[in-house]
């Protein structure tokens, strides 16, 4: 794989399109990456119990955190996914199997 100082993003539309860029401009240079895939969804939401008075909404002010992705993938170090971008300018179809969907809390400390 090759050592690059990029780090290429992508996201999915409702229907699994992946659009690529590198620091928030569309493309990726050619090399060889590690695909990284993370998901992750908020649940057991906790409401106030009386609206915000400007809005008129109760508001949230506590939830849990889960991914649905199973852990190996979201990480560089077990990922089994390598992508490689030629900078041809072809489009690229590319099934990644990413497992089971699961729902693993997220434990973390930050917000």
Request: hydrophobic fraction near 30%.
């Amino acid at each position: 794989m090759t050592e690059m100082k990029y780090r290429p993003a992508s996201v999915t539309d409702a229907d699994g399109k992946v659009s690529m860029s590198t620091y928030g401009f569309p493309g990726v240079p050619a090399g060889r990456y590690k695909v990284v895939v993370s998901k992750e969804v908020r649940d057991d939401l906790v409401y106030a119990d009386t609206p915000n008075p400007s809005t008129g909404l109760k508001e949230v002010i506590s939830f849990k955190r889960y991914r649905i992705v199973e852990p190996m993938y979201s990480s560089e170090d077990s990922s089994p996914h390598e992508i490689e971008i030629t900078g041809k300018g072809k489009k690229m179809v590319q099934t990644l199997d990413v497992g089971k969907a699961v729902k693993t809390e997220f434990k973390s400390t930050a917000r």
